[in-house]
């Protein structure tokens, strides 16, 4: 999945989850996390890669033997400031992030290409990038045209909901 389209699926996920914890739409510093914690396996991993350090881009990042301790350690970080929502936050971002790479490589049967979940423990086979899905109408689908469905969701969604998240930003950056 494309790092612009994690970003968006950080959000959904953090807005389904507000209504459904709170009863209300997503707001502040905890919708700004929860897009930051989508960000962090790419953040980590396409630097790593692109300066040679591990074979392929999603490696540490995106595995579950680094990803699992790090929202255990922001949960505790955020339990003892007081502020278990920005912990959770977090935990759906980069989580949804994690599971949003494995449909792909699911329905195109490179079931190789899911070493990423346990490395370095499993092997990470080279990304062959977009997968094909089908055809419609003769044209091939690829899950990039899922992928900008969901990305044009999320920012419809993300206004919708009047932009939560802007306002913290503009805060932190004033004060």
């Known amino acids: 999945m494309q790092p612009v389209v994690h970003l968006a699926v950080g959000y959904l996920c953090y807005a389904v989850y507000s209504r459904w914890r709170y ?30 350090i591990v074979p392929v881009g999603r490696t540490l990042g995106h595995s579950l033997l680094f990803v699992l301790p790090l929202v255990g350690i922001v949960w505790i970080l955020a339990k003892r400031a007081g502020r278990r929502e920005l912990a959770v936050a977090f935990a759906v971002g980069i989580l949804s992030h994690i599971a949003t790479d494995v449909p792909w490589h699911l329905l195109s049967g490179e079931h190789h290409e899911l070493g990423f979940l ?22 091939e ?13 999320g920012i419809a969604l993300w206004i919708a909901d009047g932009t939560p998240g802007t306002a913290a930003i503009r805060d932190r950056f004033r004060g």
């Open 23 to 52: 009863d209300r739409l997503p707001a502040g510093e905890a919708t700004v996390i929860a897009v930051i914690g989508a960000a962090i396996p790419d953040l980590l991993d396409k630097p790593l890669y692109w300066l040679g």
């Open 118 to 139: 346990l490395w370095p423990i499993t092997p990470m086979a080279p990304y062959t990038g977009t997968k094909p899905v089908g055809t419609l109408g003769g044209v």
């Open 141 to 153: 689908v690829t899950t990039l045209w899922f992928e900008l469905v969901i990305l044009v969701c």
